[in-house]
């Protein structure tokens, strides 16, 4: 079981132009939207990644405006956030053990992070609800992919409630809100 303490939330590639390609993106942004406000409600360190901002736009309004001020964005061009220098160093630097994912596309970047994030000794939760591919073949795969390699495939609401614990945590009421 993960706990706040030792935990880690990264958003990959929830940009403008990636989340206007989705054909779901309501349920999908929402679900990332209670992630990323949990996060900062209970003090969790966020990580956001940008793909090519430059042509696929920048992280949508919808989470940047939930993060902390101090929330890393790093910009990368590898599929893999983790062959990004800047994401790995910042990742290793909060010296958390678990890490909760989500994001854009599934089969392509949460995939291939995920992957070098379990190389490196994580232990990476998927949020699933939270994570879309533009091809539900796609997405179907690469959460099979994730899983196979070790990856527990869980999804927001079930995370949030694995992190509180108790509904005699301080947080509970707020994030209780979050999902009401």
Known sequence: MI???????V?????ERLVAMLNKQEPIMKATSRLASAAA???????????YPQGLGGTIFDIKSV????????????????QTPEFAEVIKSYGKKNIVIGGIETHICVYQTVM??????????????????RSSDCFKNGIQLMKDAGATISNVE?????LLKSSKNPYFKAVQALIK
């Open 41 to 51: 409600i209970m003090n969790i360190p966020t990580v956001l990644t940008e793909q």
């Open 3 to 9: 706990d706040i303490e030792n935990t880690l939330f």
């Open 158 to 162: 079930t995370i949030l409630f694995e």
């Open 67 to 82: 993060v902390t001020e101090d929330t890393p964005i790093i910009e990368k061009t590898s599929f893999s956030a983790m």
């Open 116 to 133: 070098d994030l379990i190389s490196e000794g994580f232990n990476v939760v998927v949020a699933k609800d939270a994570c879309a591919s």
């Open 11 to 15: 958003l990959i590639d929830i940009q």
